[in-house]
């Protein structure tokens, strides 16, 4: 053996080999992170939402009219299939629903295999949803469609955080379409309950800071791990959850992920004492708050059914905006880069 | 071919002391003699390569490769496994044993070495410490070592029970065998497929803590301590945090042998080149954080890394073609270790060059007490390499020999191109890839 050192080592200061520049989105009207969006795409979609929700109908199915689009379904889902469905129905689009649970993936078939698969039948983009985080960067590297992330694992929910936005301006910034990155300056959105395994908190706390929104993460350490807060700027993380209340504008809860505890236990007991969302708790902390939830929504755990119905919830309104946000990103997909028609 | 003979070459034996021009002799498998150029005295008939402007080195000795025989050859082979060895400048392999069956009988052993294997540098079989490596079943540690086991391990996974890692230690001792732990506290990474960390929370992942790796080395080093025997040896595989080469460190200063080796791609690479999921930049240890990478370049520069080993863990490609966390871990190696390690460690962070090649031969060697490798003193393996250490080329994973194109390299430039790896006096690989053309010439004085 070589001569040992016995002293701590010294730091110097040594170049080293820097990842590469990613070579994702391959196809520009993918849309798989909120990170892929400019403000100025944000904004033209918030612009798009609107012009296709009061498109008239008729009219509006020309924009896509028989143009093959394929949902891939790896988990169920109801609000998310069903308004891109919905959204890419009223732009005139044809769509087919493949699902894990009735198709060759049963059979073991990779995602890659029926990715080209759908691209073989004539699919020309594919909107995703899957349990493995990083899921659409595979589909869009293999088949290299646009490919819309309808939620991957734990990662990212990318159209989710932009119909949060569409609900957050209509209540704070009314009228507001356009935004940069002071337009919900002031703002704080706390975010509570089962932030590690939530891809709609990743996709939101991502992309609300660059509009000069402060997120709170609120929630017990087992499903907030302190190293979120350097997930990014802007972000921060307190777990007394009056304390975050009573500094919010916005309270996004979230349902604790029972699929992806992965043998963590949590004492609901114990859990809804600190975090659940009551009348009480939002009368006496946050009586002006816009109450947001992604759905599906637990009556009773993370939130009581009394604010679930309340006059500060916005839940109905974000599954509305839903369908208006999704028309547009579907409609960016078939519409941007090379193979477009716009 | 009984005779060859390396002409005008500069030698670098840092095992001997050499750092000079010289001509060497290679006879019957063996050096047979080392001399100033032009001074050989019996090198009548022997076949010539010129080696002008080139240095000349003992063969590389890699101690942890995963050749995947027996039993996942759709993988690699040993035969591809050390052409690829070969191709990058190795003459010496140690091979793990999770394999399928693992390698925990001497049979296995023995037929690891078997020439029906079509190794084309010298393959050292590591044996499983427990049978099947499941932890349980100590297995006949004097059988393994007899029929050609250097070492024991059940690398893959961690020798995770305190007694078991104990018994390991003292009956490996007792037969003179090192002891190879792959240290993670599987415990605290169920279900993990990268560091542990804010990227890890990014990209929605489940991390590795650093802790899983430092505690079990920690652990290993009390073992050791208590054991109180001097043969006891732990060899800690493919050190990745700061925490565990600390403990290294540590252990070392307080005269335990305890030795540890570092791969490229954590010397090299951080949890940030995981990118958007590429799985070509998944492994076990997976990459860690700056701090971590930073610290291994440190503890190579400073001394207590004793040797580089590649981990060289070929794949299939549609096994990596999966979602992150299906995929298997594990990257190729043997191809790029020595180009990236006189970009790096040589060129820019100014290791001499002997250090460099002591490190992936002499240390290695006398790590795992490989007679007569690692060195090119008369009497010694005739095991060389032979390359240009100005060069700069780009590496491409599809040219390699391996079966398995599973890299984060690809496309990476690298320094010092291998023009001959000599492998027991045989000429194993050469940059044209035509042996036969070779010999400059055949020796007439």
């Given at each position: 053996m070589n001569a040992i050192a016995t002293t701590a080592p010294v730091r110097r200061q040594l170049q080293t080999p820097q990842p590469s520049a990613s070579l994702f989105p391959y196809n520009p009207g993918s849309l798989l992170s909120v990170e892929d969006l400019s403000l100025e795409a944000v904004s033209h979609l918030l612009a798009r939402a609107t012009a296709l929700e009061n498109q008239n109908p008729l009219t509006r199915d020309r924009i896509l009219l028989k143009r093959r689009i394929a949902l891939l379904f790896y988990e169920s889902s109801t609000r998310t299939r069903t308004s891109f469905e919905l959204a890419a129905k009223s732009l005139g689009a044809d769509t087919t629903l493949v699902s894990n649970l009735s198709s060759s993936i049963e059979k073991g078939e990779t995602l890659k295999d029926t990715g080209l698969t759908l691209r073989a039948l004539g699919a020309e983009a594919i909107i995703l949803r899957h349990n493995s985080s990083g899921a659409a960067w595979l589909l869009e590297e293999t088949t290299r469609l646009p490919v819309?992330?309808?939620?991957d694992g734990m990662h990212e929910h990318p159209t989710q955080a932009l119909l949060d936005l569409r609900t957050i301006l209509a209540h704070l910034r009314p009228g507001v379409q356009t935004v940069g990155p002071d337009t919900l300056d002031g703002v704080t959105v706390t975010i509570v309950g089962d932030i590690l395994h939530s891809r709609v908190a990743r996709s939101n706390m991502m992309l609300l800071p660059r509009l000069g929104t402060r997120v709170v993460l609120c929630g017990p350490k087992e499903l907030l791990p302190d190293s979120a807060a350097n997930a990014g700027p802007g972000i921060s993380v307190e777990r007394d959850f009056e304390t975050a209340l009573r500094q919010s504008q916005v309270v996004m809860m979230l349902r604790i992920q029972a699929e992806r505890l992965a043998g963590m236990q949590i004492d609901l007991a114990q859990y809804k004492d600190a975090y659940q969302l009551t009348g009480q708790r939002l009368a006496a902390q946050a009586p002006t708050a816009v109450v947001m939830h992604p759905g599906p929504i637990i009556r009773g755990l993370e939130l009581t059914a009394g604010v679930a119905d309340g006059p500060q919830s916005a839940i109905l309104e974000q599954v509305r905006n839903g369908v208006a946000i999704r028309m547009a990103v579907v409609e960016r997909a078939l519409t941007t880069g090379k193979e477009g028609r716009a | 071919m009984s005779a060859l003979v390396i002409r005008n070459g500069h030698l670098v034996d840092p095992g001997a002391g050499v750092d000079a021009p010289k001509d060497i002799l290679l006879k019957d498998g063996k050096v047979a003699e080392v001399a100033g150029p032009g001074k050989l005295k019996s090198a009548n008939g022997a076949e010539v390569l010129d080696a002008s402007g080139l240095t000349v080195a003992p063969g590389l000795i890699d101690i942890h490769v995963h050749l995947r025989e027996p039993g996942q050859a759709y993988k690699e082979t040993i035969a591809t496994g050390t052409a690829a060895a070969a191709a990058g400048g190795f003459t010496a392999v140690a091979a793990m044993p999770n394999t399928s069956p693992v390698v925990d009988t001497a049979e296995l052993v023995r037929w690891m070495q078997s020439p029906e294997r079509g190794a084309c540098v010298r393959v050292y079989p590591i044996g499983a410490a427990t049978r099947g490596s499941k932890g349980e079943t100590l297995n006949d540690f004097a059988a393994l070592k007899s029929a050609g086991a250097v070492a024991v391990t059940d690398d893959g996974q961690p020798i995770l029970k305190d007694s078991m890692m104990r018994e390991t230690l003292a009956a490996a001792a007792r037969v003179g065998l090192s002891v190879i732990q792959h240290a993670e506290d599987t415990r605290m990474t169920q279900g993990a497929s990268m560091n542990a960390g804010p990227t890890a929370f990014k990209l929605g992942l489940r991390g590795m803590p650093p802790e899983a790796e430092s505690s079990i080395v920690e652990r290993d080093i009390r073992l050791v301590t208590e054991l109180r025997d001097a043969r006891v040896h732990l060899h800690v595989a493919h050190t990745s945090t700061a925490a565990a080469v600390g403990a290294v460190r540590k252990a070392r200063r307080n005269g335990l042998r305890v030795t540890c080796e570092v791969a490229p791609h954590h010397f090299l690479l951080t949890e940030e080149h995981v990118g958007q999921y590429n799985t070509n930049a998944k492994m076990n240890p997976p990459l860690r954080s700056a701090a971590d990478r930073d610290a291994m370049i440190e503890a190579i520069l400073d001394g207590v890394v004793d040797a580089i080993a590649t981990d060289h863990a070929p794949h299939a490609t549609h096994e990596k073609e999966v979602e992150f966390e299906n995929a298997p871990n594990g990257i190729t190696g043997l191809e790029t270790a020595l180009g990236l390690c006189l970009r790096w460690l040589h060129r820019e962070w100014k290791l001499p060059l002997g250090r460099v090649l002591s490190l992936l031969s002499a240390q290695p060697a006398a790590l795992l007490g490989l007679k007569g490798r690692g060195t090119l003193t008369v009497g010694s393996f005739a095991d060389v390499v032979v390359f240009d250490p100005k060069a700069e080329w780009t590496y491409n994973a599809k040219e390699t020999y391996s079966k398995a194109h599973n890299t984060p390299f690809d496309g990476w430039t690298m320094q010092g191109k291998v023009r001959w790896t000599i492998s027991e006096g045989r000429i194993a690989y050469s940059s044209t890839g035509v042996p036969n053309d070779l010999v400059a010439g055949v020796e007439s004085r």
């Open positions: 819309l992330n309808a939620g | -």
